[in-house]
């Protein structure tokens, strides 16, 4: 009954934070105690509240209450310690389903503090004492407590593996040295871990090195991200502000156009009733006149007749009035039509700039750079279907094949005239924007021609017009037996396998240009890393009569 009485005044000086002995208990004004460091530990993550509770009661305080040590408190704490009487464990003591439990207790199991690897025994604090204190126990080896202990039994022979064998790479018993691992290269485990441990520390410092660098690039990619959303939110306002400008120019323009309508229409209404007002008088007049000439006329007193008749007779000059020429529903039909034309160029303007806008967007790579394909196959994958357009093919050229192969010829081709149309060179440009990843492959004439990218803007008159010669485009060219890269009238020699076929890799986004080699494998011939500022299109250079280039259908 006495350990009974201690054991319940051990409870009652238990800190129900720590759930141990009160260390320099304290008491708040709630009544109950904590240990000094718990409470202050406590009430710190409340600081910013500035409002202070109990742990048991829930009572709060306000400000933060003192702590004083209370003595009596401390005093019966110790008295407690000294009886030497163990009370029974609280229950955070006892061992858990993902707690090492103590193999030596009986009933409810305590948690281990420590696992013999000598035993092969988890032990709880009180049942570890003999491993401190026996000498027979000197050379025993703790570790941290763990579940694995059987991994250090070999399941052959039931023995300690205390060896490990460098040969098939694991741990075995030294009666498995003497048998199946006989003649291997062995080494005791300890050995074996001294060196994986140096390994291991260089493995951590390449690791840690490698997290450093990821955190780095988190931290970038963090900033870019917020670098984005910032630009995005002031692009989208920007842009919310100038359209709605631009909605308030074109309602202030249509309610220009409307109110200049109105007002010529009364105007026309109103000079229109007014000569309606006059001829309605003469009208009048002239009727009036006839009646009495008309009256006249039935008279029988020749002297009243030829009296009367002169004065009657006498018409006024009539009402000045236009040639009247009606057109029913066509007087303003100049005005629809000059509004019509207005907005023919404004959807042709926005259908213009919207590339230019969606370009920009499109643009935003704020993420590391895609890895470019290294085989045929993946190359496929950005494979893209271009025809050339009509309107750029100079007159010497023949389209055939649905506008995909270019052909040299010695008579003038029937094309009409357009403003894109090449003059100089025998060129000729794809019809398809190019703004993403793409990748085509010509057949060429294993003559001279080359291929090429271009801004559409490249000038269609002059030496300036030809691919690579100017800063509007990028062409490779290829002869029998060499290549050649050129851009901005600056050309670099380029050697590599010959082939009837060229491929070309565009990453717009990313900046890269990339030319093939195609054949059983594709070999690099040149590339070229450039901001690239507007949509590009594929461009054909042909030499030579009856010569043709062509843009393969890819699948």
């Known amino acids: 009954m006495a350990q009974r009485g201690v054991q319940l005044d051990r409870e009652k000086l238990c800190c129900s934070i720590c759930l141990d002995l009160l260390k320099d208990p304290v008491a708040i004004p709630c009544g109950h105690s904590f240990c000094m460091n ?22 709060t305080f306000q400000p933060r209450p003192a702590l004083v040590k209370n003595t009596m408190l401390a005093d019966l704490v110790e008295e407690l310690k000294k009886t030497g009487l163990q009370a029974a464990p609280a229950d955070h003591c006892y061992a858990g389903p993902e707690d090492v439990a103590c193999d030596f207790c009986t009933g409810r199991k305590l948690k281990a503090v420590k696992s013999c690897l000598q035993c092969l025994v988890s032990y709880c604090e009180q049942h570890l004492q003999p491993h401190y204190e026996s000498p027979a126990f000197e050379k025993h080896k703790l570790v941290d407590p763990s579940k694995k202990l059987q991994h250090n039994i070999c399941s052959s022979h039931d023995e300690v593996m205390k060896i490990f064998c460098r040969t098939d ?16 290269d062995t080494v005791s485990a300890s050995a074996e871990r001294t060196k994986r441990q140096g390994e291991l520390g260089t493995s951590r410092q390449n690791i840690q090195q490698r997290i450093q660098e990821r955190e780095k690039e988190v931290k970038l990619l963090q900033q870019g991200v917020e670098a984005v959303n910032h630009s995005a939110d002031k692009a989208v306002k920007n842009s919310e502000k100038i359209f709605t400008e631009l909605i308030h120019l074109i309602e202030k323009r249509s309610s220009d156009v409307k ?6 229409q009364k105007s026309e209404v109103n000079r229109v009733k007014e000569l309606q007002e006059k001829l309605q008088q003469e009208i009048t007049e002239l009727r009036r006149k006839d009646a009495d000439l008309e009256q006249l006329s039935y008279t029988n007193d020749h002297i009243q007749f030829l009296h009367s008749y002169p004065s009657l007779s006498q018409i006024s000059e009539p009402t000045d009035s236009p040639s009247i020429n009606i057109h029913p ?9 000059a509004v019509s034309e207005v907005r023919d160029k404004l959807q042709d303007i926005l259908s213009d700039v919207w590339t230019k806008i969606s370009l920009a967007v499109t643009s935003v790579d704020v993420f590391l750079p895609q890895a470019e394909p290294k085989s045929r196959e993946e190359f496929l994958k950005y494979s893209c279907q271009i025809t050339l357009d009509p309107n750029t093919a100079h007159t010497r050229l023949l389209l055939s094949e649905g506008n995909r192969k270019a052909t040299v010829m010695t008579e003038v081709q029937l094309y009409p005239q357009h403003p ?12 398809e924007s190019l703004t993403g990843r793409c990748y085509w492959e010509v057949e060429r004439s294993m003559y001279k021609d080359s291929v090429a990218v271009t801004y559409k803007d490249i000038s269609r008159t002059g030496d300036e017009s030809e691919f690579g010669k100017n800063d509007r485009s990028w062409a490779l060219e290829y002869s029998r037996k060499s290549y050649k890269f050129s851009h901005n009238n600056i050309s670099t020699s380029i050697s590599g396998p010959q082939s009837s076929k060229i491929g070309v890799y565009l990453d717009h986004h990313g900046g890269i240009l990339s030319f093939y080699s195609v054949s059983d494998t594709m070999t690099l011939l040149h590339r070229v890393q450039t901001t690239f500022t507007q949509p590009l299109y594929v461009g054909l250079s042909v030499y030579g009569y009856e010569k043709s280039v062509e843009l393969c259908e890819l699948k």
């Open 259 to 264: 109110q200049q309508i109105r007002s010529k």
């Open 329 to 337: 529903l066509q007087y303003f039909e100049d005005v629809t039509a």
């Open 420 to 431: 894109d149309r090449f003059t100089k060179r025998q060129q000729v440009m794809g019809r």
């Open 169 to 184: 790479q694991q741990c075995i018993c030294y009666l498995c040295s003497m048998d199946e691992h006989k003649g291997h």
């Open 38 to 59: 718990c409470i202050k530990s406590y009430w710190e993550e409340d600081d910013q509240k500035k409002v202070y509770s109990c742990p048991q009661c829930r009572q």
